[in-house]
């Protein structure tokens, strides 16, 4: 008994040893009477996957699936999400076209939004290929018109910079439009432009093209044209890059490649931004030997600039062989190619190459139960969708490419960056700069670089934004170093991220774009706060402009209210500020006599934090004067009113919180008065005979003195506790004039004010007294 069970137990151990040919698997279990197999994918570089699954009406002729469209969206940490598209798309789609998979182009187009392709119609060749945008609840958010019949489309690197659509019409025409997920909204699609790219020689056709993104954000298409020799000397093919630039209003043609010899056939296989050092093309050359009918085909890697320079053109080995064909070849995260080709038994194989188009090693493939694959580049890995037995579950696999890790490297999501200062992506208060190390010599560029902060998961916050020309910038040694604005990591305990545009920095070598970091990627967290409590409010001035200056002296005094009651709507959210520490009714202002332009002040109080998890109203005043400072580089230029304000003033603290002093003052005496009145009334009670008035004369003693310590102490201050610096109003123009009531009039006011204060409680006090006496 006992041997038998041992020997069961060791043979199913190797059984599951011997099944799990693959470093992982994840299966994932479907109702087994919806039929459901799988039909497409998208992967995402971060790892995500997007899964098509259809239910075929025959399983031996796969042209026709149920109208439905199954999504399942699978996580890199393995969790997956199904999504059932319930928005009507025409019953053609799923039947009459001749190829299913030319239909449905499903991408993710951000970490909000998936791309549903389809045509408007049953007939591809004059319907509209058509896009659903949903959000990854399976929301319709929009539906786009790219243009007619089946086009290609091309999602760029970078989820910002959108994807572009693009269809050849005719022999000499190529049509395309570019698409971008709206700046000020990642939850919606805009239109950037559209267009046509023809042949430069008007005697030649194109044959292919390649569409690819471009360093500057923009695409390019290559163009393969063939031409009609008249002459033996002429060249047969030409091959043209077409740079569109980012906002897909330029075209920049240059001749990239020429040839007399009249191949059969030349085509490029694929091509790729090379962050930094041009973009690579695999160009295949098919030659015919017309006594054996038999045709080689040569690739060769071509190097070329942004500037339209050819830097390399070499010869690669792969399959030179006709009978082989390639598969797929990935562009490999770390530079290099995988090329997959078939091999016996329905497996998979295939070689490494270097980026140079050199042979670098055996691939070990994939069995003959993988139907298809992709390359994961966040850890090197490729996964593969097994085949499925039967409609119950599916199951896909992963398996590492080689053994070394780029896990390390992939931190950023950029090759090229090998190392970012704070190393453990910690911000403490002392936080001045952040530091980015590449792995060649760099020059700055116009791209930006910008800080957001994190609020409520899904919104973003900018902290600070420049660009890589901006004097905040230096580089040495292949690091650039980024100044850290005061204002800009002010949250304790909150999570930030840092975004680098493509051409934020150019190769130093080729002068060419290196790509930067998406947002939501390169993550810091501020450290814990530790500052003790902070209980004083804070009151300081900013300054207006010329233009500011010239806008409040136009406006009445109701809308001066408005003006102000605006502008700290928007300090609110710039700084940000909950809106109830900012003053809810208008403060003072007054013009600036040390300044030559005369130009306005405008007092803001900053009440302290309600909460211990805010911040104290003297850092909040700090970061007004940073966020002011670095005008162009913050949101204070984003604002219609916080954009008037003076960047060469900042923000300056004032001592002029003494009014609410006073009034705190008030409340103590008044509240002191009720106690003793308290205690003298429970005295009385207790013994009505004894000398109970006694204590209001002590008291009465007492606060007439500390009132006077209060009426010193003010008065010694306020001449500093007035507007720095504090002279006459000048009556210059009428409406200075009107709007003079909202003027702060100087000295004398405040003295009054503290005057009647004090004989106001002292009133108080003694009429009180004096009623209680009889
Ligand atoms: C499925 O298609 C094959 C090939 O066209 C055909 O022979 C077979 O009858 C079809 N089966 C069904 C159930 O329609
Ligand atoms: C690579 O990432 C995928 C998910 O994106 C995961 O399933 C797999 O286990 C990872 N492989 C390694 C070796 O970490
Ligand atoms: C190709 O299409 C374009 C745009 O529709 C048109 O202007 C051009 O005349 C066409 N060329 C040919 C050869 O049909
Ligand atoms: C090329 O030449 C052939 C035959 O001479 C002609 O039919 C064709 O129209 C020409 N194509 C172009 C684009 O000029
Ligand atoms: C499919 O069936 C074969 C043979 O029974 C089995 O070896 C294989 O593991 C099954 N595949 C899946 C994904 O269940
Ligand atoms: C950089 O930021 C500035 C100001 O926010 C903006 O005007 C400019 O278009 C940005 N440049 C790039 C390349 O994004
Ligand atoms: C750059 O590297 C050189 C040599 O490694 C070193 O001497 C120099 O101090 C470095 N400069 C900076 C700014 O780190």
Known sequence: ???????????????????????????????????????????????????????????????????DIHLRIVFPDGTVKPLEVAHQIPASNFCSLKN??????????????????????????????????????????????????????????????????????????????????????????????????????????????????????????????????????????EVYANFLDEEAQNIFTYLIYQSQVDYFNLNFIFCRNSNGEGYNCLMQVETITPIQATTTKMYYLLTFLTTGSVINNKKVNIGTDAKTEILSISVLFNGGFLVIYPSENNKKSGIFLSQNGEYDGDWKGFNGDVIQYAYLEHNDTVWGMLYQNDSSSWTIITEPLRDRSIVEK????????LETTPTDNVV????????????????????????????????????????????????????????VFKSTFNKPN?????????????????????????????????????????????????????????????????????????????????????????????????????????????????????ETSDSCAEDVARDLDALIINKYSTLISNYPLSSMLDENYGASV????????????????VGGFLFVTGIYWIARCQNPKAQNVFIFTFVVIISDFILDMIFIMYNSQMVSSLFIPRVPFPETTRNNQETAENNYNGEEEVAENKNLGKKLINNVIMKMFKNNMR
């Open 1 to 67: 008994m006992n041997i038998i069970s041992i020997l069961f137990a060791i043979t199913s151990y190797l059984m599951i040893f011997c099944n799990a040919q693959y470093s992982t698997y994840l299966t994932h279990y479907e109702d087994k009477p919806k039929g459901l197999y799988f039909f497409d994918s998208f992967t995402e570089k971060d790892g995500t996957i997007l899964i098509q699954l259809a239910h075929y009406y025959n399983q031996t002729q796969t042209t026709c699936i149920l109208t």
């Open 100 to 237: 299913l998979k030319d239909v449905f182009k499903n991408f993710f187009i951000n970490e909000f939004m998936i791309l549903i392709t389809y045509f408007d119609g049953a007939d591809e060749a004059t319907s509209i290929h058509t896009g659903m945008v949903i959000d990854f609840d399976g929301n319709l958010l929009q539906y786009l018109e790219f243009g007619v019949g089946i086009g290609k489309i091309s999602r760029r690197r970078n989820s910002e910079s959108g994807f572009t659509w693009s269809r050849q019409i005719n022999e000499t025409t190529i049509a395309w439009s570019r698409y971008k997920p709206d700046p000020t909204n990642p939850m919606r699609i805009i239109k950037l432009n559209s267009g046509f790219i023809t042949s430069p020689n008007p005697s030649s056709v194109i044959k292919s093209y390649k569409l690819f993104g471009s360093g500057n954000g923009g695409n390019c298409f290559v163009l393969v044209t063939k031409l009609n020799k008249t002459i033996a000397s002429d060249p047969a093919w």
């Open 410 to 417: 992939y931190k950023h999501n950029n090759p090229t960056i």
């Open 428 to 483: 403490r208060n002392d936080l001045d700069a952040i530091t980015i190390k590449y792995d060649k010599a760099i020059i700055p560029s116009y791209g930006n670089i910008s800080i957001y902060q994190v609020v409520d998961d899904h919104g973003e916050l900018l902290r600070q934004t420049y660009s890589g020309l901006s004097n905040y910038v230096t580089i040495a040694n292949d690091t650039v170093e980024i100044k």
């Open 494 to 610: 909150d999570i930030y991220f840092i975004q680098i545009n493509d051409n934020f920095v150019n190769s130093k070598r080729y002068d060419e774009a290196i790509t930067g970091i998406d947002k939501r990627v390169w993550f810091l967290n501020t450290a814990m706060d530790n500052s003790g409590s902070c209980l004083s409010p804070i009151t300081v001035l900013v300054r207006l402009n010329a233009q500011g200056t010239k806008y409040l002296n136009s406006l009445n005094s109701k809308e001066f209210d408005k003006f102000y009651d605006d502008l700290m709507n928007e300090f609110s959210k710039i700084i940000p500020v909950g809106r109830s520490r900012l003053p809810a009714d208008a403060g003072k202002f007054q013009n600036d006599p040390y300044d030559p332009n005369n130009y306005i002040l405008l007092q803001v109080k900053i009440s302290p934090p309600t």
């Open 654 to 669: 004032t001592r002029e919180g003494w009014r609410d002093t006073l009034k705190l003052c008030l409340i103590y005496v």
